[in-house]
């Protein structure tokens, strides 16, 4: 659920702090007040489209951030698991900037994320409904989902396995195509991966192995030009037999130091600082030594070296910039090769492949259009005992199968499905897109919110004016289908209407003000006589009568009693 809301420099909003708790909540006020800005922070938190013209006039950027907790167990916590974001309290702070610039930053419990990441975890938290939801149910095309979305875990473990044939079909009938599309170029790049593969392979290339050639050549190249070096310094350092050498002299010399160390600390520190040079001066004349010994011509060798070396520029050429970059491209297309290879059968046993697993596919989209009828059955159903509920009993609502070409194969299956409504009795039943008045629509979409409302685990439902094109009884009795949705999520609320505003547990009033010539939005929580006031304006409009607050009064006392009876104590 959302527990804090924060936003800053957004629209007309210049700063705006509030708390929310479960249950239900109305968000009232004047038209213009801000109502639905503050729904398009939630919306804009949950991944929304962003835009600079949402920053409030003045402002570098708008600041909106959000404190939700979730249930453990949900698809939150899977999300956040993979994302590797912390959430061991289970909260999740949602935070996004956006700047006039355009440019959008956004945050997951201080980690920085894209839109998209943003918009995939805020699905499984909050659930937005507008006006335009009711888009949704007027789009054959998202029928099918919908009906999916009905029939849960026992149906999406079915169509997962379909969908998996799917790919495999899709797959090898792909190959096929494509190898007797592009036979020529086909067999060209085969001949070509075969060709690398075996001359990178061939050359048996070794990481940095171009370094440590490189050095070598140097040493032989400059060969005489290191023995002479190598020759001095050690005649330097141990002399012959016309003179004495620097090693010879430092061991003198420590040896004059060391009668005296012990007299002055300043001549024991020359001592060690001569005895350091002594034994370092030994060690480098041992070094040069085993240099020495080691040194030797190879004219064979050079050329060895310099043809491994030309191997290894031809290479470096074709592949890649180093060793590296030449062994990674090698196992990129040995993958390729091998893929193609496995790929390159006989047409006869491709089409055999393909007439098996097309076999398995009919045989899995049967069992997944057959379970969805069923599914359809069980929809209809429920969608029936829900608009009774709202007023619409004689209402005829069918999930009709549309036929389609034989062993056609889709993504999601093979079927096209498209909702059909027969709102009166003896009207030809239609398409619910062709017919349904916007009334019939918020009806049908909160039959739909509420059937789903109890497997989909949002802990957050937003309804923007969603009770819009009714009244009267048919208002009560979306108030009371809104407050039961309460019942198993949060559910956050803008209305006009008193009865839905009556039903809900927390109660905000907001409205606009102009302060220093500028608009500002403020919203506040109403305590039981300000609602018996706000249920006054908006049953009577600009002019508020004792009749009309005690009507209001009544209609909190009905709302109070009807919840007390159909929802168990929190």
């Not at 149906?155 to 799917?166: G, V």
């Not at 993958?335 to 290879?341: F, G, Q, T």
């Not at 076999?359 to 029936?384: D, M, N, P, V």
Request: glycine share 8%; with cysteine.
């Amino acid at each position: 659920m959302l527990q804090e809301l924060s936003i800053k420099n957004f629209a007309i909003i210049a700063s705006l702090d509030v708390e929310f708790e479960d249950g239900m909540t109305v968000l009232t006020g004047e038209t213009g007040a801000g109502k639905s800005i503050i729904i398009d922070a939630v919306g804009l938190l949950a991944g929304g489209r962003g835009s600079q013209h949402f920053v409030r006039t003045g402002a570098d950027k708008a600041i909106i951030q959000g404190a939700f907790v979730f249930p453990k167990g949900g698809q939150t916590y899977g999300q956040l698991d993979q994302l590797g974001i912390d959430h061991d309290d289970g909260t999740v702070i949602l935070q996004r900037e956006i700047y006039r610039s355009g440019r959008n930053v956004c945050r997951i419990n201080g980690m920085l994320v894209n839109t998209s990441t943003l918009k995939q975890l805020g699905e499984t938290i909050v659930d937005i409904h507008g006006q335009n939801e009711h888009q949704e149910l007027m789009q054959p095309d998202k029928h099918l989902r919908l009906l999916d979305e009905f029939g849960g875990d026992e149906l999406s473990s079915i169509r997962s396995r379909y969908q998996a044939t799917y790919q495999d079909y899709q797959h090898l009938h792909h190959s096929m195509v494509s190898r007797n599309t592009h036979q020529k170029e086909w067999a060209q790049r085969l001949d070509m991966l075969r060709f690398q593969v075996k001359e990178i392979e061939d050359a048996q290339l070794q990481p940095d192995e171009e370094t440590t050639l490189s050095q070598q050549r140097d040493r032989l190249m400059n060969y005489q030009k290191i023995n002479t070096s190598l020759q001095e310094g050690f005649l330097a350092l141990n002399g012959d037999e016309e003179s004495t050498g620097a090693l010879d002299l430092s061991g003198t010399a420590m040896n004059s130091l060391s009668a005296i160390a012990d007299l002055d600390p300043a001549f024991n520190q020359l001592f060690e600082s001569l005895q350091s040079a002594y034994y370092a001066l030994q060690d480098a004349s041992g070094e040069i030594s085993k240099q020495v010994d080691q040194l030797e011509w190879d004219d064979n060798k050079l050329d060895e070296i310099e043809a491994r070396l030309n191997v290894i520029h031809q290479l470096k050429r074709k592949y890649g910039d180093s060793e590296k970059q030449i062994l990674s491209y090698l196992k990129r297309i040995k993958k390729e090769l091998a893929d193609m290879e496995a790929a390159e059968i006989d047409e006869g046993d491709l089409d055999e492949e393909l007439a098996k697993k097309e076999q398995q596919l009919l045989k899995y989209g049967q069992q997944l259009t057959t379970e969805r009828h069923k599914i359809a059955t069980k929809l209809e159903s429920a969608i029936k005992g829900e608009l009774k509920d709202l007023y619409m009993a004689k209402t005829v609502f069918q999930v009709r199968f549309k036929p389609t070409n034989d062993q056609q194969y889709f993504a999601t299956g093979m079927d096209d499905v498209e909702f059909y409504i027969q709102p009166n009795p003896g009207e030809e039943i239609r398409p619910l897109a062709k017919i349904a008045s916007g009334g019939e629509l918020s009806r049908l979409m909160l039959a739909l919110k509420t059937i789903f409302s109890k497997s989909q685990g949002v802990t957050s439902i937003i309804f923007d004016e969603v009770d819009t094109g009714v009244s009267g009884r048919v208002a009560q009795a979306i108030a009371e289908k809104i407050s039961g949705i309460a019942n198993e999520s949060q559910v956050l609320c803008i209305t006009h209407l008193p009865q839905v505003a009556a039903m809900s547990d927390h109660h905000y009033f907001i409205d606009k003000q102009v302060t220093g010539d500028r608009t500002v939005t403020h919203i506040k929580r109403l305590n039981q006589s300000a609602r018996v006031k706000e249920l006054a304006r908006m049953l009577a409009g600009t002019t508020v009568t004792e009749l009309t607050l005690d009507h209001a009064k009544e209609l909190l006392d009905m709302a109070t009693e009807e919840k007390q009876q159909r929802i168990p104590s929190k």
